[in-house]
């Protein structure tokens, strides 16, 4: 089962699928159709990048998985505030 994940992480799909959320997120955010501090824009951060960091561990892209990581915490993180956020 993991060399089946493995593999599947290889392959140059997952890193189009990825590449398309970040993009997807950032082209609706500069239209106004999504905004940078709201769930759906950081899923789809979080999603692409987080795929795109287990792509370049994988392929041992070290720079590109540091920026992936990076992005993937910071939209992490603003999950984390928007959940704060709401409980208070």
Known sequence: MSDTLVELAHN??????GMIMILSAFFLET???????????????ALGSGL??????????WAFFIL??????AAALG??????????
């Open 52 to 61: 795109l960091a287990v792509r370049a561990y994988l392929i041992d892209e």
């Open 79 to 88: 999950m984390w505030s928007l959940r704060t956020a709401l409980k208070e």
């Open 68 to 73: 992936e990581v990076a992005w993937f915490a």
């Open 12 to 17: 140059e799909l997952v890193a189009y699928l």
């Open 31 to 45: 239209r106004g159709v999504l905004n940078s501090k709201e769930l759906p824009y950081l899923i789809l951060m």
